[in-house]
């Protein structure tokens, strides 16, 4: 049998190890915080327990083990689109996977191309021939840092490769909206809301520092004045919970683009934890009042 076949069990066998002596002996204490911390916040119990196991694995757990183990993203949408008895959108691929794909994509993994990545999607709707003002796009924690970074290349476009002209979007008017949920928005790790004993959450700052490790440039982390005279958005939404390690990076976040924005500027926070909407629709439950707010902002985008 090949070393390539072998890898993915002896990554299943190391996660099994450090499940049973890292993580297990840490969600024993991370999940009675979460709960001792839930009830005096009046925050859901079972979401919160939840979260602490899942900030236990999360902070014992090498990125490469999670994703041997869980469900590849196809079998987790199939799964999706079986349960609703929808026919799944492939593209209009008709060849397999190649080895060549997955060798080019760990190639511009090397690069950071995350930013660009997003870029050129802005970009390619662009040039189908939508409007800026049909166009509303946003992003979950890590996706909101994506999120924003592409607001600050339309605001302060600079080359995305080699080739300047590749990422360089004219933008006509300005792009109708933008949401932006428990965004990652700087490095710092100063604010208080770093520094809790007990948290509801999943993140803690060793997970963000490890897991972040491959992102460049965030939003508080430059001169506000850099974001002097933002005009690239009619409207901008930020949430956040009060309970996550990012509550007080998202209201000076929200601060600052209310100041130097020209658009509407909305800060909507709620007692919850890191990404929130996610959070309440992976458990099952009724969209919260967070999930409702991102929907409103969008209606309300699209009737102006």
Same mark, same amino acid.
């Given at each position: 049998?090949?070393?390539?076949?072998?890898?993915?069990?002896?990554?299943?066998?190391?996660?099994?190890? !450090?499940?049973?002596?890292?993580?297990? $002996?840490?969600?024993?204490?991370?999940?009675?915080? +979460?709960?001792?911390?839930?009830?005096? !916040?009046?925050?859901?119990?079972? $979401?919160?327990?939840?979260?602490?196991?899942? &900030?236990?694995?999360?902070?014992?757990?090498?990125?490469?083990?999670?994703?041997?183990?869980?469900? $590849?993203?196809?079998?987790?949408?199939?799964?999706?689109?079986?349960?609703?008895?929808?026919?799944?959108?492939?593209?209009?691929?008709?060849?397999?996977?190649?080895?060549?794909?997955?060798?080019?994509?760990?190639?511009?993994?090397?690069?950071?191309?995350? %930013?660009?990545? &997003?870029?050129?999607?802005?970009?390619?709707?662009?040039?189908?021939?939508?409007?800026?003002?049909?166009?509303?796009?946003?992003?979950?924690?890590?996706? &909101?840092?994506?999120?924003?970074?592409?607001?600050?290349?339309?605001?302060?476009?600079?080359?995305?490769?080699?080739?300047?002209?590749?990422?360089?979007?004219?933008?006509?008017?300005?792009?109708?909206?933008?949401?932006?949920?428990?965004?990652?928005?700087?490095?710092?790790?100063?604010?208080?809301?770093?520094?809790?004993?007990?948290?509801?959450?999943?993140?803690?700052?060793?997970?963000?520092? !490890?897991?972040?490790?491959?992102?460049?440039? %965030?939003?508080?982390?430059?001169?506000?004045?850099?974001?002097?005279?933002?005009?690239?958005?009619?409207?901008?939404? +930020?949430?956040?919970?009060?309970?996550?390690?990012?509550?007080?990076?998202?209201?000076?976040?929200?601060?600052?683009?209310?100041?130097?924005? !020209?658009?509407?500027?909305?800060?909507? %926070?709620?007692?919850?934890?890191?990404?929130?909407?996610? %959070?309440?629709?992976?458990?099952?439950?009724?969209?919260?009042?967070?999930?409702?707010?991102?929907?409103?902002?969008?209606?309300?985008?699209?009737?102006?």
């Amino acid at each position: 049998m090949s070393a390539l076949k072998l890898y993915p069990s002896f990554i299943k066998i190391r996660f099994l190890l !450090k499940f049973l002596f890292c993580v297990l $002996p840490h969600a024993t204490c991370r999940i009675p915080a +979460a709960i001792c911390h839930a009830l005096c !916040k009046k925050l859901p119990l079972a $979401p919160s327990s939840w979260n602490g196991f899942t &900030g236990a694995l999360m902070a014992n757990t090498h990125p490469a083990q999670l994703q041997a183990i869980l469900p $590849p993203t196809i079998d987790a949408y199939d799964a999706w689109v079986s349960s609703r008895e929808m026919s799944p959108a492939r593209g209009g691929y008709v060849m397999p996977l190649l080895p060549g794909h997955p060798d080019w994509m760990e190639n511009m993994s090397e690069r950071r191309l995350q %930013m660009t990545q &997003g870029i050129l999607a802005l970009k390619h709707v662009l040039d189908s021939g939508y409007q800026p003002s049909n166009i509303i796009s946003g992003g979950d924690s890590a996706g &909101g840092y994506l999120a924003l970074g592409v607001l600050a290349h339309l605001h302060r476009p600079r080359p995305t490769s080699e080739r300047e002209e590749e990422g360089h979007i004219d933008l006509q008017g300005t792009i109708k909206g933008f949401f932006l949920v428990s965004p990652l928005s700087s490095f710092g790790f100063t604010a208080p809301s770093y520094q809790r004993w007990f948290s509801a959450g999943v993140l803690i700052r060793s997970v963000v520092d !490890k897991w972040g490790q491959s992102l460049l440039g %965030m939003a508080l982390d430059v001169r506000q004045t850099w974001w002097g005279n933002l005009n690239a958005v009619g409207f901008i939404l +930020a949430t956040g919970g009060y309970e996550e390690v990012f509550s007080d990076d998202i209201h000076q976040l929200g601060a600052m683009l209310r100041k130097h924005s !020209k658009g509407e500027v909305t800060l909507y %926070m709620e007692n919850e934890a890191n990404d929130g909407p996610l %959070m309440v629709f992976a458990a099952g439950r009724p969209p919260s009042a967070t999930s409702n707010a991102i929907t409103d902002f969008i209606i309300a985008c699209l009737k102006v």
